[in-house]
């Protein structure tokens, strides 16, 4: 059974349909780092490569970074700020 707060179930439905940008801290290192996420599909790159679901962690979040153009992965609770990037007239 998966238990998800109401912060990580507002972030993980702002990736689903927008651009959020949002710092974390590196589980290894603590080291923070800033990325634009997304998991709507009009940002995701089409791919016929699929991958065989893993079972993960219920707060692991894997998400499109928009600006190294590459799929990564953080825990919910290491995340210290996000918010939604408006966009307006911007060709992705």
Do not use: C
């Not at 507002?10 to 998991?39: G, N, P, Y």
């Not at 962690?57 to 825990?75: C, E, H, Q």
């Amino acid at each position: 059974m998966e238990i998800r707060n109401e912060k990580e179930e507002a972030l993980r439905a702002s990736l689903s349909t927008e651009i959020v940008r949002l710092s974390f801290r590196k589980v290894k290192t603590d080291e923070v780092r800033h990325m634009r996420a997304t998991l709507a599909d009009e940002y995701v790159p089409k791919t016929d490569n699929i991958k065989e679901q893993r079972k993960e962690p219920s707060n692991l979040i894997t998400a499109y970074d928009m600006d190294v153009k590459g799929w990564r992965r953080f825990y919910a609770d290491r995340v210290d700020e996000w918010e939604v990037e408006k966009i307006v007239d911007e060709v992705v």
